[in-house]
């Protein structure tokens, strides 16, 4: 079964830290440029982050530039999003999705490139 699954959202104060994992299967997440989404209550879900297949790009919303890091574990076929000095803006549903699209750059904000979505986690800033 085709699939990606989030996990490591939840709550945590302004300036804290929280690990998201997307472990993929039924695919090679490898072969896949992946990424991570967000979306908040009335608003369009928008890419944060890229990680093109192979490691061969990345790309980062100026907002999470310095904060946020994607990182890739080939072995256990998992994407992560380590998430530092969070904000109160951070708060969202995270996706991860994974697309075959390269380079990260032109392509990882538009989101009929992805073909695999996982199904949502959440993630709340608040002190």
């Not at 709550?11 to 695919?27: D, R, T």
């Not at 072995?75 to 109160?88: F, H, P, R």
């Not at 392509?107 to 490139?113: G, P, Q």
Request: charged letters at 20%; aromatic letters at 12%.
């Amino acid at each position: 079964q085709v699939q990606l699954v989030e996990s490591g959202g939840g709550s945590v104060q302004p300036g804290g830290s929280l690990k998201l994992s997307c472990v993929a299967s039924g695919f090679v997440a490898d072969y896949y440029s992946v990424s991570w989404f967000r979306q908040t209550p009335g608003k369009e879900r928008e890419g944060v982050v890229c990680l093109g297949s192979g490691g061969r790009s990345t790309a980062y919303e100026d907002s999470v530039k310095g904060r946020f890091s994607i990182s890739r574990d080939t072995a256990e076929n998992t994407v992560y999003l380590q998430m530092d000095n969070l904000k109160s803006e951070d708060t969202a549903t995270y996706y991860c999705a994974a697309g075959l699209f390269t380079p990260c750059g032109l392509y990882y904000r538009d989101r009929n490139n992805y073909k695999f979505w996982g199904q949502g986690h959440q993630v709340t800033v608040s002190s």
